[in-house]
């Protein structure tokens, strides 16, 4: 949704896998709840969607989805 219909206010509060990573981000000790969830994005609205497109590209960079590209040699 983000990306194909440009709706950038939209986090899945619901995927764990998501708050997890939030909760990682934010460096927060206590376990976030779908309700907590929406509570600490408000101060990013209306663009809490991009907070979980870059959560996306963090952890597929940790997990080495993105390598550096060498420069081919003529």
Known sequence: MLRGLGRTNIFPADDIGARNNLEKWLRLRKPLTYDSTERVLR????????????????????????????????
């Open 43 to 74: 101060q990013w609205a209306p663009f809490t969607g991009l907070i979980y497109f870059h959560l996306l590209l963090d952890l597929q960079e940790q997990l080495g989805y993105f390598r550096p590209v060498e420069p081919r040699v003529r």
